[in-house]
C-alpha cells in the first residue's frame, strides 16, 4: 500500500501561482510514475502532468508553458508549480502513482491522493 498526503490548494486570482505538493509513504519501491490529475465540475477527469523516477515528463497541451511538474525521489515527493492560472484551472487535483511508465490510462494509475481544491477566480 501506497499512501498519498497532498497539500498546496487553494483560492487564487487569475494570473497567480500556487504550488501543490505530494509525499508518499509506504511500499514506495512500487512507484515508477507519479502525477497530477485534475477534475472539475461536470468535466472528465484529466491527467494535467506525470513524471517518472527517471525524470521524464509529459503535460496536458492545456498546462504546457504554465505548471511545471518536479520530483524528490530522496523524499518521495512530488510538486507541481502552477502558475498563470487560469479560472478554467478550477478543479481538484488528485495525485497519483503507479508501477508503470507515464501511463494515460488511469485505470493503470495504482493509487489516489484525496484530492485538494484548487480555485481561480477571475
Known amino acids: 500500500q501506497v499512501q498519498l498526503v497532498e497539500s498546496g490548494g487553494g483560492l487564487v486570482q487569475a494570473g497567480g501561482s500556487l504550488r501543490l505538493s505530494c509525499a508518499a509513504s509506504?511500499?514506495?519501491?512500487?512507484?515508477?510514475?507519479m502525477g497530477w490529475y485534475r477534475q472539475a465540475p461536470g468535466k472528465q477527469r484529466e491527467l494535467v502532468a506525470a513524471?517518472?523516477?527517471?525524470?521524464?515528463?509529459n503535460y496536458v497541451d492545456s498546462v504546457k508553458g504554465r505548471f511545471t511538474i518536479s520530483r524528490n525521489n530522496a523524499k518521495n515527493t512530488v510538486y507541481l508549480q502552477m502558475n498563470s492560472l487560469k479560472p478554467e484551472d478550477t478543479a481538484v487535483y488528485y495525485c497519483v502513482t503507479s508501477r508503470f511508465f507515464t501511463p494515460t490510462d488511469e485505470t493503470l494509475y495504482d493509487y489516489w491522493g484525496q484530492g485538494t481544491q484548487v480555485t481561480v477566480s477571475s
Open positions: 513524471i517518472t523516477s527517471g525524470g521524464r515528463i
Open positions: 509506504g511500499s514506495i519501491f512500487s512507484i515508477n510514475t
